[in-house]
């Protein structure tokens, strides 16, 4: 999951991203309304978390002026302020969500997974596919009952491709996806990170789910079938120089 905060309150902004970190997610931080449109305009989310207090715009003139171009991220809403007012003229411009200050991190994450879910279709954590089945908040991963035991960065590319199902996602989109822009590493890092994930997920019963589309990248596959786009599954030796990485 790939989060953008809007927080210009530098205590409660650097609480929210300790919390996401630990919960395995990637976010981006910004104090601004108008760098958050600009984020907006180059960048994918999954959601945005956006105070309503900022310093150069509203929030609200932000979640206005995203939906004004289109852009149909989820964003739930922090604010101190407890006028049903509020809530109800950030959910009419098109919020998702609206927690009021101060709130429950655990209640903050658990809704930020809901709508998450929603977005993408899925009502509840646990989506299943074919024999795999992962669970959204927990992060936990099985085949058949039989827990998976996945790294970090091989939990963030299995999650990324169950929750984009029927796209085909670039090495370059998993590369935004797991280092959200900064010190970002060569783009064959993410064969490594697959075939990897791949080994894991054909030992515990489910071989083939990963599809490779020859010259565009990966897709997802409820079943197990031969790739149609590729003449074989890319062969992946690791050398030194990506070993730290992993």
Request: charged content about 30%.
């Amino acid at each position: 999951m790939r989060i953008l905060l809007v927080e210009d309150d530098s205590v409660a902004a650097r609480s929210i991203m300790q919390m996401l970190k630990a919960a395995g997610a990637v976010a981006d931080l910004t104090e601004g309304g108008e760098d958050a449109l600009e984020l907006l305009r180059h960048y994918e989310y999954d959601i945005v978390v956006l105070d309503l207090a900022l310093a150069d715009i509203e929030g609200l003139e932000v979640v206005r002026r995203m939906r004004i171009s289109r852009n149909d991220t989820p964003v739930l809403v922090l604010s101190g302020l407890t006028m049903p007012q509020a809530r109800v003229k950030a959910l009419s411009l098109g919020a998702d969500d609206f927690i009021i200050k101060p709130y429950d991190k655990a209640e903050l994450l658990a809704r930020m997974q809901a709508i998450v879910r929603r977005s993408k279709g899925f009502s509840q954590p646990t989506v299943r596919m074919g024999r795999l089945a992962l669970n959204l908040d927990s992060r936990e991963v099985s085949v058949d009952g039989r827990d998976v035991h996945l790294t970090g960065k091989e939990y963030a590319i299995l999650e990324l491709l169950v929750l984009r199902k029927g796209m085909v996602l670039t090495k370059e989109a998993f590369l935004n996806h797991l280092y959200g822009g900064m010190d970002e590493p060569e783009v064959k890092i993410i064969d490594v990170f697959v075939c990897k994930l791949r080994k894991k997920l054909a030992r515990a019963g489910a071989d083939g789910i990963i599809g490779t589309i020859w010259g565009r990248g990966y897709m997802l596959r409820e079943q197990a079938m031969p790739d149609l786009f590729a003449p074989a599954y890319e062969q992946i030796r690791l050398g030194p120089e990506l070993a730290p990485m992993l």
